[in-house]
């Protein structure tokens, strides 16, 4: 059982950086991979970037690599998106998930934190 809680989410202005940060409950935290996940009004939900429970190994979606950095901290049972250059197209709830060790699935979700973009 996983909890998990987004913040770190506000108004920015195109080019500007936001950190989001997820904290998760659990002892087994360092096992799980984790990832982030956005969804803009109307649309579907889709994957932004994920790392695995030791951080050897990140995945970006092509719409935000080369601008987006995940990390994690497992000491403080956190995982980290910092977003630089942004661009309204980035408007949407961001989504924190991990998947634990032998699920082929996303199993839990945080609340999703707001991000907007203004040009």
């Known amino acids: 059982q996983v909890q998990l809680v987004e913040s770190g989410g506000g108004l920015v202005q195109a080019g500007g950086s936001l950190r989001l940060a997820c904290a998760a409950s659990g002892r087994t935290f360092s096992t799980n991979t984790m990832g982030w996940f956005r969804q803009a009004p109307g649309k579907e939900r889709i994957f932004v970037a994920s790392?695995?429970?030791?951080?050897?190994?990140?995945l970006y979606a092509d719409s935000v690599k080369g601008r987006c950095a995940i990390s994690r901290d497992n000491a403080k049972n956190t995982v980290y998106l910092q977003m630089n250059s942004l661009k309204p197209e980035d408007t949407a709830v961001y989504y924190c998930?991990?998947?634990?060790?032998?699920?082929?699935?996303?199993?839990?979700w945080g609340q999703g934190t707001q991000v907007t973009v203004s040009s």
């Open positions: 998930a991990a998947r634990p060790r032998l699920s082929y699935q996303w199993n839990y």
């Open positions: 790392i695995t429970g030791d951080g050897g190994k990140t």
